[in-house]
């Protein structure tokens, strides 16, 4: 262990503030970035939906189509 | 082995490896960044010159390796998807831009934080830093463009080609620290020579090396995946994939 105590740790021998930016900064970067990639999914799932609904439609009116001719 | 890779070719090919490679992305990403940027933080000792302000390190060195090694991976990807045409391909430069994007950001932001206390400045433009913000430029660059056609694949090829094109800042970042008198630092570890830092501090950046690359690679790997299922979103096996078995049943009724 580098540090003596907890309080030090947070301290980083009085570069306490740029070490923990750069840190957080680091972390809402990837974690922006994973949480985009689970939005974009969740997004494709409704668009599937949409999409799915969209091809059954087709399919029902053109068997309606059919069962008239 | 191109009747090995051929079927990879195809969406759904690729969708199931690529979803066989990622828990082990991921479990080695996190066992790799926890350790590695935690021994930095915690348990390597601090430098004689800079303290404990070197620990932005452990972060720092793999986001701008793996900047640069996305890039350079993107540029073999583009390449394929223009010489092979293969569609997979295509769709990884819009599955690598992004990560590399963020990681090239995290080293530009943690490189301006670390350079405020040591430097006295959060920016100077010197070769490196012009060099590395250059890089982001072109990955936001090679974004703009797959999205900027109504025709995808035209995107797709333009986006390649200034992948192609932009690669060639890959190794003018590398050099830029020795070809020109800059602020920053030279290599403080190179594949070929010792490390210019004690084993007790190389270690756990190594750790942190392998952690940041299994971090890219599952990133990659998971927008890949998306990728792959927006693109043949009409087809039978992604509405199986993602509304389960009910719906791929109800269409095929």
């Known amino acids: 262990m580098a540090f003596e105590s907890w309080h030090d740790f947070i301290a980083m021998g009085g570069y306490g503030f740029y070490v923990w930016l750069s840190f957080a900064g680091t972390f809402f970067a990837l974690a922006g970035l994973m949480i985009h990639t689970m939005l974009v999914r969740k997004n494709l799932r409704k668009l599937c939906a949409q999409e799915a609904a969209r091809q059954q439609r087709l399919a029902r009116r053109k068997q309606q189509r059919s069962s008239k001719a | ?253």
């Open chain 2, 1 to 253: 082995m191109w009747r090995w890779l051929h079927p990879y070719a195809k969406g759904e090919a690729s969708y199931r490896l690529l979803g066989k490679m990622l828990p082990w992305f991921s479990v080695l990403a996190v066992i790799g960044v926890v350790v590695g940027v935690g021994w930095g933080l915690a348990f390597a000792p601090p430098d004689y010159q800079q303290g404990d302000s070197y620990r932005i390190i452990f972060i720092h060195v793999p986001a701008a390796l793996y900047s640069m090694g996305s890039f350079t991976g993107m540029a073999i990807v583009a390449l394929i998807a223009l010489v092979w045409q293969i569609r997979t391909a295509e769709w990884s430069i819009n599955a690598i831009a992004p990560v590399g994007a963020v990681m090239t950001a995290i080293s530009l932001f943690t490189g301006a934080v670390w350079g405020k206390p040591m430097w006295g400045t959060w920016w100077e433009w010197d070769a490196r830093l012009t060099s590395q913000l250059i890089l982001l430029f072109l990955y936001i660059g090679v974004i703009a463009l797959y999205h900027a056609f109504e025709d995808k694949r035209t995107g797709a090829k333009a986006a390649a080609i200034l992948s192609l094109v932009g690669v060639v800042n890959v190794p003018i970042i590398h050099y830029s620290v020795y070809w020109w008198n800059t602020l920053h630092q030279t290599s403080t570890i190179t594949k070929f020579a010792k490390p210019s830092m004690p084993m007790s501090m190389a270690t756990p950046l190594y750790i942190a090396l392998f952690g940041f690359a299994m971090l890219t690679a599952a990133l990659i790997c998971w927008r890949l995946r998306n990728e792959i299922l927006k693109q043949e979103l009409h087809r039978p096996w992604v509405q199986q994939e993602l509304l389960g078995d009910n719906a791929a049943q109800t269409e095929g009724q």
